[in-house]
Nanobody
């Protein structure tokens, strides 16, 4: 059974940085997509960034230029580095993993950006 585990959320000041990590357990990670989504209160869930096993990346316009998604040195882990955080980045961030056949969601991690 594949499990998706997120870490790295928390409270950060406006203009600060945060790194979110997502680990896929129970998969060989040969073919994959790892994607970060976020959902703010009263809004729809939206894609933030994704990375696939071909090293192709996709970024939402709202984070482009201040975020980087990359394969981490830890096993089966992809991280999202977010800089210059703004209040609008406040949301619950979810990781989604595709193992070549199915998609799996993590439980989510809260990111709050405040002064």
């Amino acid at each position: 059974q594949v499990q998706v585990v997120e870490s790295g959320g928390g409270l950060v000041q406006i203009g600060g940085s945060l790194r979110l990590s997502c680990t896929a357990l129970g998969t060989d990670f040969r073919i994959y997509v790892m994607a970060w989504y976020r959902q703010a209160p009263g809004k729809e869930r939206e894609l933030v960034a994704s990375l696939n096993s071909g090293n192709r990346t996709v970024y939402a316009d709202s984070v482009k230029g201040r975020s980087t998604i990359f394969r981490d040195s830890a096993q089966n882990t992809v991280s999202l580095q977010m800089d210059s955080l703004q209040r609008e980045d406040t949301a619950t961030y979810y990781c989604r993993h595709f193992d070549g056949r199915n998609w799996f969601w993590g439980q989510g991690t809260q990111v709050t950006v405040s002064s």
